[in-house]
């Protein structure tokens, strides 16, 4: 397989000469939804820190804020920690370099004693990624659940609902609980973003000073 002749960018996009340059932009591309993650995480506490209103964060900025703190997340996941089979229409050498981006990955990881559940988590990565197929699903599934969607909230106990009726999240920020709920995974945020450095710093050597 070729290479490419020259790789330009502004971010730093080869950053071990052991891997192949292909190798190396493709990574970089997880390492900057790493960053975002981190830079929406933080954009989202700004402005919660900053509401003066109570129970429910009410924001234009909100709902985008967390519709792209989980899509980066997801991306990154799909990138860094996704070891499953070769699909069906997935060439043999993009299915190659996945397999090794994930080993690298994980045995970085596993030397220097960091654990990774969030991002290496397969069925949210997928729910966060398909989520046009599995909210289809989700929302259809039964019609006795109610559903809150890229809403801020204090608690779990902000909407009241009849006995008879199920109130279910989609990339939902509950701040007593200092995570998102999605589906039917919880997210802790303090720890996602401590994945996100955790990585950015053990592959990609970036300190915290350059995750701003």
Known sequence: MHEPAA??????????RSLSTTQNVIMTQGATALSATINRINNMYAILNTSVT???YIGPEI???LSDLCYQAGLASTILFNNK?????ESEDAFKLRAERAAYVENRCQDRG?????????????????????LTDALRAEASIAWCIDLAID?????????????????CFIKDENSIVH????MSVVELRNE?????????????????
């Open 7 to 16: 790789v330009y960018g502004m971010n730093r996009l080869i950053f071990d």
């Open 54 to 56: 109570k129970g429910a």
């Open 63 to 65: 709902a985008s804020i």
């Open 85 to 89: 089979p070769r699909r069906r229409l």
């Open 114 to 134: 960091i654990n990774i559940s969030i991002l290496n988590d397969t069925s949210l990565r997928n729910s966060l990624t398909h989520i046009d197929e599995q």
């Open 155 to 171: 608690s779990r106990n902000y909407f009241s609902a009849p006995d008879e009726i199920t109130v279910k999240y989609c990339r």
């Open 183 to 186: 589906q039917e995974h919880t």
């Open 196 to 212: 996100c450095k955790n990585i950015l710093s053990v592959i990609f050597g970036r300190t915290d000073d350059e995750l701003v």
